[in-house]
């Protein structure tokens, strides 16, 4: 009843606005403790089955929320919905928690940072928005900022994993660009609705392949399962309504340098963990702190 609540809220938000910088905090806050619900998910179920559920549930959560028979769509506008939804919910879902079955999420998450980048680089490149200096340097101190957060001398990583990591990257790229340019007349609900319920689809029928088997009367089956709905629901559902809103009030780049902010949340749960700080890590809070800064400057 608690996320109906938090889904219901949202909905209601239509002619409320929140400050960029809040929904670029509450985003990180919510993204970055996906990676560790994604890790509890994988202690019972295959990182396929985390994966259809994830997009399974989300796509169901916004169903009641959206006035389906008022929903008219220009032609053609169907395509761009279901390639929004694979490109920035379904086909990252499923790299994401394969890649963390070899890689630590803290350089999942650093790894992340090369969202604006690619947003970037699409937008300049396929769709002609203009480029721009200073967010293009801003998009580069982000990138170093997550990298100083989780670099340590004995990291280990699998290239083939963490090129994974870099493919999703680039669909949430392509994805941002999509629903910037493309989606930008719908409202937010209905650009996250349609797409989750389209992959939603898919991710059922992957289920069924799966073999999915649920003991509830195991304590981590539970676990495991509350993780991916929470998952579902908070980190997917919820969280793209605000992304989506996020996107239409400012600029591509800028939505997505909340992928800098995710290795933070990342060390603030070690913090919690009694995990020291170094001052690479420092440092890295304040390049990623200038390079905010620098995107928001601009709106295209």
Request: aromatic share 12%.
């Amino acid at each position: 009843e608690s996320f109906v609540g938090i889904l219901q809220s949202l909905t209601k938000m239509k002619n409320r606005t929140l400050h960029p910088y809040i929904s670029l905090g509450i985003l990180a806050l919510i993204w970055g403790s996906s990676f560790i619900l994604m890790k509890e998910g994988l202690k019972i179920f295959s990182s396929y089955q985390v994966s259809a559920m994830r997009i399974s549930f989300a796509g169901l959560a916004l169903l009641p929320f959206v006035n389906w028979k008022k929903v008219h769509l220009k032609k053609g506008d169907l395509k761009y919905f279901a390639i929004s939804g694979f490109t920035g919910s379904a086909i990252p879902a499923f790299l994401f928690t394969a890649a963390q079955t070899k890689i630590s999420s803290s350089l999942a998450g650093a790894l992340n940072g090369l969202t604006p980048l690619f947003a970037l680089l699409v937008g300049v490149i396929f769709l002609k928005v203009e480029f721009n200096k200073k967010k293009f340097l801003g998009v580069l101190f982000g990138l170093v900022g997550a990298l100083f957060l989780v670099y340590r001398q004995d990291m280990n990583y699998d290239i083939g994993y963490t090129l994974l990591v870099v493919l999703a990257t680039l669909l949430y790229g392509i994805n941002v660009n999509i629903i910037k340019h493309k989606l930008s007349d719908y409202p937010p609900l209905l650009v996250s609705a349609l797409p989750l319920a389209i992959i939603g689809l898919f991710g059922g029928v992957v289920l069924l392949f799966t073999g999915l088997h649920i003991e509830l009367a195991e304590s981590q089956h539970i676990k495991s399962l509350l993780a991916v709905i929470i998952l579902a629901i908070v980190g997917t559902a919820f969280s793209l309504i605000l992304f989506n809103k996020l996107i239409h009030q400012t600029n591509a780049v800028f939505a997505t340098s909340v992928t800098y902010l995710i290795p933070i949340v990342a060390l603030y749960w070690g913090f919690l963990a009694n995990e020291a700080i170094s001052l690479n890590q420092i440092g890295g809070l304040l390049f990623i702190i200038i390079a905010i800064w620098m995107i928001r400057n601009d709106k295209a």
